[in-house]
Structure formats: structure tokens, C-alpha cells
């Protein structure tokens, strides 16, 4: 078959599989979360981790189904994009830089708000050329929803899976209440929800005085985890610092000391203060505690304090309490006006201990809870993120509350009962009720969230922060306790907030329902009918509910690789979940804990104790996301698209994804990076991070025809340049039908080069253009593959040592070209490609290795440190040994972690190498930069003199690249920066000021200086 043949040959191309506004989605994608602005309400219902962002799924959705020539412009209406969102983020950024506000310069409002109209739904109808057939979209790990809720948004069926129950429940809530009761789930929430909250109360109020009522409301409680001091017996409250509000308060330690040492009573009380050198230095930092009494004053091991955890010996001790107080204003005519409240600290009173008191409670109540399983006994497993709070002795679900906070929990749970077994016995409950009960449940999780023992006190922002502000469960040595019978705070802003959100659900889900704007409807309609959804809650490669050959398009964000542990996070709310929201729905709470042995994560906990476990996790959520993957092609229809949304900084991580992919016979036929947590193009930080989601198109690949038939089912450039392949690996004299690495590789390069150009133009620049280029890598290797070697690779040093050999399960084969292979053909050709954008005719004179590491270390993490893997990577791409030539010479390993240093770094550390620059160009730079930062320029000027280097075009190459890529100072932009990144931003100031000064014949102004003038023009 001709190339030509083959292109006429596939059926239909879809728009995905030709072009995507990846910009606009970008700048629409971090929009949608702005911290300023409302997050979606989707996002706010309950937590799920690494959600995607409504627009970018929006957009998946409607361009994995749309054919390839539909209407660019009417496309971007549909998903909400009605101005040029690139123009407005560009004013945004330089108006932050000159610090002159621009009024509204989006022009419209976010994306993700705006509901297909009548005219959108009709003009998608049309393109599609479907009839009334209402196409299906499975989303097989769909976590929070946003592809199923944008599916069903965008007019068509969604059927979302994930095998989490908690997960399934939030898709329900999410996806499937709002559209089938959208005017009564309201109601029925609100009503049940103020009879639960006001039993609640009753129950509770005695444990929560407040005794400065009615014009000072006590509202968080601060607490300090406490141990013994081994050495003196003190009571140690440990917290890493005690501020309590930006501008000074805090809190200062008054310990008393008794009769010294060892005796009783050695405990501290504290006091509130004004000023930050008034507060007490924090007493505990990196695990260790220091003991505040001053007659000690002696650091504690963590050891010592881990010990006590575990042993039962931690405490908690009350040291402030936030509360607000009313002002009343007296308004000029001797009225009383309207009466403020403004938040205050207090010190703890003696009458705030009601310990007793609430122990007692606790003590009468929890033999009936127990009994009637109201509240979680299960252990805390062994996992990758559960170490943390078992290392400080709290082993069982329930440690991770306060005796207050448990018995508040414990009555939410009771009351909910109570009123479902009335409801049952009554014979009142239908099915908007029972979805009444579910939206309760996740309130009394909003509640758990936000109150439990790793909930800090943020003093910038006097906030509380989650329990999963971060992806862990980190230990916290301070946290806040709410006071949750306040009016607007703890219940009442549960309730609120889960009221607020199905409202806004039903907005957006059903806007018909929810006074629709007139042109929702076409003439032709009278009512507008929601799509079928489908929830189902099984692990993705087991969709026995769904036919062979039934789905119009798979779209998928899968877990990526090892970056949130899903089911161990989630066990958090399903011991709860399950003795409230599983006396509902009993289907999704049967199990004990959630789901860990068919989760598709690259968990090394569950490989422990095992040789090699890291490599035997990889393995594991390689033939977990290959049989979801497989699953996906048996309903998917033979013409049928799969859209994955994926993003890993490590190889191996995208290395096991596309194993998986084409194991289970897809091809990957296009592939777009959309810059989800864009900043300004300059932005700079300490640690590199990836920014950007890539879209996977593929197809699956014909069965019938074999190794290489990929070409039958792909699309696009890649056609002739796979006949090519095909005709070159004959001449090799085996079997005609293997396709060899030798011959691919170019084709491979070729791709990846071809489009980093349009992607820098996209806005994606550092370490996601890497990343990006790795999709066309991907696409172009898939269609060939399998793919073998015709000459051997030669064992990996690695590989060749004995004791991580063991980590490696697989068979060593130097004849096997795997997914790792075009990733470094992706990021050799970045590489170079970049390298070719610096100051272009220098730059071709070549850099020396150590010197184009430097560059290209700084050009693609644009921060001094970042992970070693990716270091390792990029040294292979520039041809320099990392251990040897790098570390401790230009930077320092730490951990997992390498810190380039600056010239005053390695001054300091003696490793500036010769001036000459035998050794790297960079070496004579740094010196240059030292001696013009403490001596002058001058000096900086006749050492380069004196060393024979200022006549040396390399030197002048790699001068000028280095100021393209160090971080531009203070000085030129007006932009503080701070720490490792603030000195190397020096070593640019005195490497320009010297150019200036002495090279302007052979060095031109760097680009990136212009940039930033041009910004603040
Ligand atoms: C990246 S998240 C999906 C997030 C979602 N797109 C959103 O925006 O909220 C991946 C999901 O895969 C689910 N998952 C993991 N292993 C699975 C399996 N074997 N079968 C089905 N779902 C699985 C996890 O529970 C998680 O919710």
C-alpha cells in the first residue's frame, strides 16, 4: 500500500488527531484556578487529587469526537473561549511588571463557566453527522469527574468508572445528582442538613464554651503535640515556630521552671505578643525538638520524640485561641451603624481544659459506638504515604483527631443514622433523598478535612489549612481545632459550602433547569434532555458492563505513575464515608479499606520487603495500565479514538505508559502539551517543576495486520517516512517484517525536532518542552513498533552491577528498543534545539560539555535545583559524566536532589577549576563572575587577560549563552529574587556588566534582556 493509499485509507480523522488552541487552553486551564477567583465547584465539593481542569477536558472531549475540518472558531465558542485568552495573559503579565492595572482584559468570563448554547449544540450535531445518536464517552479512571461532567455537559453520554469507592461517590454527587434531580436536590439537602446540623448542636454545645459571648466568639483552637524533655522533665509544646498573623502576633513560652530539673510541674503557659522578636523561637525543626526551659535549653533527638509517639507519651497542650470580636460603630448621627468583627488572639485560660469532661463523654459513649460501628476502628496499613503518622504512634484512622474532634465527628455520624433509620422506618426516603444523605456525607467529610490533627493554622493568610493541602500525611506539630457550633463557621459553613456547590453543579450541568438564558433551546425544542450517565465503581480493566465495540471514544487522565497514592489518601474519609454515605449505598462500602492491590500506581509499599521493589512496582503499573488499556480497545468501536491526558518528569514513568499503550495494540496518532500551572515565560524558582499535561491521541492498531500495521490505522506526516522505514529494514535479510531501531531512530528524531518550534510558540518552555517533545517522539515510535535492534546496545553500567541488577526484573535483551529509546532521541534533539536558539552563529562554534550542561541545566529547570534522574538525562544528552565532570565541581548532590552552584558557591568551595578553561568555559567564567563580584571588574578583566581566554571565540560563545540563560537580576527587572537563585542572578549582573564593559565588539545584549524591557515598555 502507498503512502498516498494508506492516507485515503483511514476513515475519519478527527479534529484532535489535526489541532488544538493549546495556548488558549493553557492560559484557560490556569484561569479556571485562579486562588483569587472561585474554583469550580466540582473542586470544591470534595477533595480529589491531581483533578484536570474543566476546559482542557471540555476540549478533549468534543475534539476527540469532531471530524478534522470542523470549524476552528466555532469550536472554540463551544468550550467557552470567546477572546483571545494569550493576548490577556500577556497583559496581565507585563501589567505585573509595570505595575500599571489593566481593566477586565480577558473580555469574557472564564471557560469552564459558559454552557453550550442551542447554536454550539446544533452546529456540533451537524459536524458530527450522527443523527440524534447520542455518542458515548468512557472515562474508565475518572477520579473527581471532570471528563464525565464535561462529556455530559457537551451533550453526550458519559460512563465513568474509577475503583475507588470514594471516588464513585464523588462522581455521582458531581456528575449524576445534579443532572437528574436539578430543581429538587437543593431543597431536600437544605432541610436535611438543618435538622442534622441542629441535633448535632444540641448534642454538642456543652463541649464548647464560650464565655465572652455575646461580643468576643471563640472560633480555632491553636494546639501544640507536647513531650517530656528526657533530660529535664519539662512538658516540651512543640511547634516549628509560633507566629499567629503576618505583622509580629504570636505567641511567647513562659516556662515555669519549678525547683529546676526533674521536678513537677514543669509546664509552660503562654502569652500573646505584637512583635515578631517578642515570639518564643520555634522548638522543633527537622524532626528534632529543643527544650524551651531555660535551665536546659537542650536539643531532643527525634528518636526521643518518636519514642514517646509511639509509646503513647505525646500530648497536646492548647496555646492560643483565635477569636473575633464585634466593633460597634456610632455612625454621625448618633445611630448605631453597622458592627464589625474583627479576628483577635488570646492566651488559653484554665477554664478552656475540659479534657475531663469531653474523656468522660467519650468514655459513655464509645462502647455504644463501637457496637453499632459508628465510628472507624481500623488500623492505619502499611503503605508509601501511612509511614509518617505511624512513626509518631498514630496507628489507627481515629488517632488522626483530637479526643474533641472525634466526639464531634463521632455525633455527626450518630445523627445521621438516627435520622436515616427514621427516614427508613417512616418509609420516607425515594431516591432524591438518598442523594440528600450522599451530599451529607461529603459535608461531614468538608468537616473531617479541616479538623483533624494535620490541619495548620496558616498565620499568612489566618486560615486553616487541610489535612491535604499536601498529598501526604505529613506530621504536623501544631495544628488548629474548630469550633464548629459558630454560626457561619464549622457546620454552617459545611452545609454552605455543600449547598453552594450543588447549586453551581446544577448550573452547569443543567442550566435548562436552572433558568436557562433563552438561547439555550433551539426552536425545534421544547425541553432540553440530559444525556444517560453511568457511574460505576470496578477496576478498569474489568468493564463487564460495557459491550465489545461500543464506545465512540475513550478519554482518560490516568494515575500518573507514582504521584498520588489514591487509595491510601482516600482511606482518610472511607472509614467514615462507609458508616454514613455506605449505609445508603451499601454497593461501594462493602470492603474494608479502599482498593490498593488492583490500583494502577507505581506503589513500591506493596512490594516490601521484595528485591528490587521499585522496579517491581513500575512493572506492576505497567501490566495494570496495559490491561486498562486493553479493556478500553475491546468497547472501544473499531474506528474509535482514546484520548490520554499524561505528565511524569521521569522517563520510566512515560516509558511505562507507553509500554502499557502498545501492548494493549494502540498506536499513538498525535499529541499536544497543554501548560496547565503556566507563569510568566521568565518566571524563576528554586526547584524545577513540570508545568504541563500532554494529550496522547491513539488508535487502536488493526490486529489483523501484524507488527508494523500501525500504518494502516495512523494519520498524518508520519506516513511516507513509515513506508520509508518499512523499505529500509528489508535490506537487512530477516525477517521482512521487523522494523529496526537503526531505521527508525531518524524518523523518530525528525518528529521530535519538527515540533518543539510550535510549542516554545505555545508557551511551553523549560522542562515541559522537553516533555512536550516527547509525545511526537512517542507517536512516531509507536507506529512502528515492535521495533528491534540490528547491531547490540551494550549493557547499561547499571545493569552491570550486581546489586542493582537485582532491581532490574526484566531479561536483559541488547536487542530490545523500547519507549526509553525515543525519549532520548526527544531530548537530544531539545537539546539541540535549543542550543541552536541561543545566539545562534556562536553557538554553533560549540560549547564544551561541563559548559553546556550549565546552559542547558539552567535554560530547562530554570532553577538551580532540581532531580538528579533528570540531571542524569540531560548529561547523557550533552555527552558529559554527571558524578565525574559535574558533581562537586559545578554543583552538589543531595539526596535525590542537584544544586548547580554559582561562582560565589564554588569559590567558597574551591572547586572553581582553571582560569583557562581547559577543563569547561565555565570554569573561566565563574572566575570572572567571582573576581567582579568581590574584587572589580577590572580584576575580573585582566585574570581573562592573563589567561589567554579573551581571545578565544569559544570562551565569547559560551559567555553569551550563559548570559541568556542565568536569571536576569533585581537590578534589570525591579523583581526581587531570593536565596541560591538571587546569587546566580548576581554572577548574571557582574557577567553583563563586564561584557558591557569590555566585550561589546564580540558579545551582543543577551535576548532575554530585551524581553524584559520590551515587557515593561
Ligand atoms: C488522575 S486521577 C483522575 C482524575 C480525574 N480526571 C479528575 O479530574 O478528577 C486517576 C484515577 O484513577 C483511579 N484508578 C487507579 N487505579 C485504577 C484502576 N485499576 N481502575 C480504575 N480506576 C483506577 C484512581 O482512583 C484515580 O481516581
Known amino acids: 500500500m502507498s503512502a498516498d493509499q494508506r492516507e485515503n485509507h483511514v476513515p475519519d480523522v478527527r479534529l484532535i488527531e489535526r489541532w488544538l488552541p493549546i495556548a488558549a487552553l493553557g492560559v484557560e486551564s490556569v484561569r479556571e484556578r485562579t486562588p483569587m477567583t472561585p474554583f469550580p465547584a466540582p473542586n470544591r465539593l470534595h477533595v480529589w487529587w491531581a483533578r484536570r481542569p474543566l476546559v482542557a477536558s471540555r476540549a478533549a472531549v468534543l475534539a476527540s469526537l469532531l471530524p478534522a475540518d470542523a470549524d476552528r472558531e466555532k469550536f472554540l465558542h463551544a468550550i467557552g473561549i470567546h477572546g483571545d485568552p494569550v493576548a490577556a495573559r500577556h497583559a496581565i503579565d507585563h501589567a505585573r511588571r509595570t505595575g500599571v492595572r489593566v481593566k477586565n482584559p480577558y473580555g469574557y468570563d472564564r471557560a469552564f463557566g459558559y454552557s453550550l448554547n442551542s447554536g454550539d449544540r446544533e452546529w456540533v450535531q451537524s459536524s458530527l453527522q450522527k443523527g440524534t445518536e447520542c455518542l458515548t464517552v468512557l472515562d474508565p479512571t475518572a477520579g473527581g469527574g471532570s471528563v464525565p461532567f464535561e462529556t455530559a455537559r457537551a451533550g453526550f453520554a458519559p460512563l465513568a468508572n474509577d475503583l475507588n469507592p470514594v471516588a464513585a461517590l464523588i462522581l455521582e454527587a458531581t456528575v449524576d445528582w445534579p443532572s437528574v434531580f436539578p430543581n429538587d436536590m437543593d431543597p431536600e439537602f437544605n432541610q436535611l442538613a438543618i435538622e442534622w446540623r441542629k441535633t448535632t448542636e444540641e448534642r454538642l454545645c456543652a463541649f464548647f464554651l464560650q464565655n465572652d459571648l455575646p461580643d468576643r466568639i471563640d472560633l480555632t483552637y491553636l494546639w501544640a503535640r507536647t513531650i517530656t524533655c528526657p533530660y529535664c522533665e519539662g512538658l516540651v509544646p512543640l511547634s516549628p ?74 500530648g497536646e497542650q492548647l496555646y492560643a485561641v483565635v477569636f473575633k470580636k464585634r466593633v460597634i460603630k456610632i455612625l454621625k448621627s448618633g445611630k448605631r451603624g453597622k458592627d464589625r468583627w474583627v479576628r483577635g488572639y488570646r492566651a488559653p485560660r484554665p477554664e478552656d481544659d475540659n479534657s475531663a469532661k469531653i474523656a468522660a463523654k467519650l468514655a459513655e459513649k464509645l462502647p455504644e459506638w463501637e457496637a453499632f460501628d459508628i465510628v472507624p476502628s481500623e488500623k492505619i496499613p502499611d503503605g508509601n504515604k501511612t509511614t509518617e503518622p505511624q512513626r509518631y504512634g498514630m496507628n489507627s484512622w481515629r488517632d488522626l483527631f483530637s479526643p474533641r474532634q472525634f466526639l464531634c465527628h463521632g455525633t455527626s455520624v450518630e445523627v445521621f443514622r438516627e435520622m436515616l433509620d427514621a427516614d427508613r422506618t417512616n418509609g420516607t426516603i425515594d431516591e432524591v433523598r438518598r442523594a440528600a444523605y450522599g451530599y451529607l456525607a461529603l459535608t461531614l467529610d468538608t468537616l473531617l478535612n479541616y479538623n483533624n490533627r494535620a490541619g495548620r493554622w496558616d498565620s499568612t493568610t489566618g486560615r486553616v489549612r487541610s489535612i491535604f493541602d499536601r498529598h501526604d500525611f505529613a506530621f504536623v506539630w501544631s495544628y488548629a481545632e474548630m469550633a464548629p457550633l459558630v454560626t457561619g463557621v464549622g457546620y454552617d459553613w459545611a452545609i454552605q459550602k455543600t449547598a453552594k456547590c450543588i447549586d453551581e453543579l446544577v448550573t452547569l450541568v443543567r442550566p435548562d433547569a436552572a433558568g436557562a438564558p433563552a438561547d439555550l433551546f433551539t426552536p425545534s425544542e421544547t425541553s432540553y434532555t440530559p444525556p444517560p450517565i ?258 547490540p546496545r551494550e549493557r547499561p553500567v547499571e545493569h552491570r552491577r550486581r546489586r542493582q541488577k537485582e532491581l532490574f526484573a526484566d531479561e536483559w535483551d541488547p536487542y530490545a528498543a523500547t519507549p526509553e529509546d525515543a525519549l532520548d532521541v526527544a531530548r537530544r534533539e531539545g537539546k539541540r534545539w535549543r542550543l541552536e536558539q541561543l545566539p545562534d552563529l556562536k553557538a554553533n562554534a560549540g560549547l564544551d560539555a561541563p559548559t553546556a550542561f550549565f546552559v542547558l541545566a539552567w535554560d530547562a529547570f530554570r532553577a538551580p535545583a532540581f532531580s538528579y534522574d533528570e540531571a542524569l538525562r540531560l548529561a547523557r544528552a550533552v555527552g558529559v559524566d554527571l558524578d565525574r565532570e559535574i558533581v562537586n565541581r559545578l554543583a552538589q548532590k543531595k539526596g535525590q536532589t542537584l544544586y548547580l552552584w554559582d561562582s560565589a558557591h564554588r569559590a567558597a568551595k574551591g572547586t572553581l577549576g582553571p582560569t583557562d578553561g581547559s577543563r569547561g568555559m565555565i570554569d573561566a567564567i565563574h572566575h570572572a563572575a567571582h573576581l567582579a563580584r568581590s574584587r572589580s571588574l577590572q580584576a575580573a578583566r585582566e585574570r581573562l587577560a592573563d589567561s589567554g581566554v579573551d581571545g578565544d571565540p569559544q570562551f565569547f560563545a559560551s559567555l553569551e549563552a550563559v548570559l541568556e540563560v542565568l536569571p536576569v537580576s533585581k537590578a534589570f527587572t525591579g523583581i526581587e529574587i531570593e536565596g541560591d537563585i538571587e546569587s546566580a542572578g548576581d554572577d548574571f549582573e557582574a557577567l553583563l556588566n563586564l561584557a558591557r564593559l569590555a566585550y561589546r565588539e564580540q558579545i551582543d545584549e543577551p535576548k532575554q534582556l530585551k524581553l524584559w524591557r520590551d515587557d515593561a515598555a
Not at 490491561?627 to 499524561?646: D, N, Q
Not at 502539551?673 to 513540570?690: F, M, Q, R, V
Not at 528489508?730 to 537503526?742: C, K, M, Q, V
Open 534 to 791: 453511568a457511574i460505576t465503581c470496578k477496576p478498569g480493566d474489568s468493564l463487564d458492563h460495557i459491550e465489545d465495540d461500543s464506545i465512540d471514544a475513550v478519554v482518560m487522565d490516568p494515575p500518573y505513575y507514582d504521584n498520588v497514592m489514591y487509595a491510601e489518601l482516600s482511606d482518610f474519609f472511607y472509614v467514615w464515608l462507609k458508616r454514613t454515605a455506605g449505609h445508603v449505598f451499601p454497593e461501594l462500602f462493602r470492603s474494608h479499606l479502599t482498593d490498593k492491590d488492583n490500583e494502577a500506581v507505581a506503589n513500591q509499599a506493596r512490594f516490601k520487603g521484595q528485591k528490587g521493589a521499585k522496579a517491581l512496582a513500575g512493572r506492576d503499573y505497567q501490566e495494570r495500565m496495559a490491561s486498562i488499556f486493553a479493556e478500553c480497545r475491546r468497547v472501544l468501536k473499531p474506528e474509535g479514538i482514546m484520548t490520554l491526558m499524561f505528565t511524569h518528569k521521569a522517563t520510566g514513568a512515560w516509558d511505562a505508559l507507553t509500554k502499557g499503550l502498545m501492548e494493549a495494540g494502540f498506536v499513538i496518532t498525535a499529541s499536544w502539551p497543554i501548560n496547565t500551572e503556566a507563569e510568566g515565560s521568565l518566571h524563576i524558582k528554586k526547584k524545577a517543576a513540570a508545568k504541563s499535561t500532554i494529550f496522547l491521541v491513539c488508535r487502536p492498531r488493526p490486529s489483523a495486520a501484524g507488527s508494523g500495521a500501525g500504518a494502516d490505522a495512523r494519520v498524518g506526516a508520519g506516513a511516507g517516512a513509515d513506508a520509508m522505514v518499512q523499505d529500509a529494514s528489508a535490506s537487512y535479510g530477516e525477517d521482512p517484517a521487523t522494523i529496526y531501531w537503526e531505521d527508525v531512530e531518524p524518523v523518530v528524531a525528525q518528529a521530535a525536532r519538527s515540533r518543539v518550534g510550535e510549542f516554545q510558540d505555545a508557551g511551553i518552555t523549560g522542562v515541559d518542552l522537553y516533555l512536550a517533545s516527547f509525545g511526537p517522539a512517542l507517536e512516531e515510535f509507536s507506529r512502528h513498533w515492535p521495533v528491534r535492534r540490528g547491531t
Open 241 to 314: 515556630n509560633w507566629r499567629l498573623a503576618p505583622g509580629g502576633t504570636g505567641v511567647r513560652l513562659k516556662p515555669e521552671l519549678g525547683t529546676g530539673p526533674g521536678s513537677e510541674n514543669r509546664v509552660c503557659s503562654f502569652e500573646i505578643v505584637e512583635a515578631a522578636n517578642e515570639q518564643s523561637d520555634g522548638t522543633v525543626a527537622r524532626g528534632a525538638g529543643t527544650c524551651p526551659y531555660p535551665d536546659c535549653g537542650r536539643v531532643i533527638d527525634g528518636d526521643e520524640i518518636k519514642r514517646q509517639a509511639q509509646v503513647g507519651r505525646m
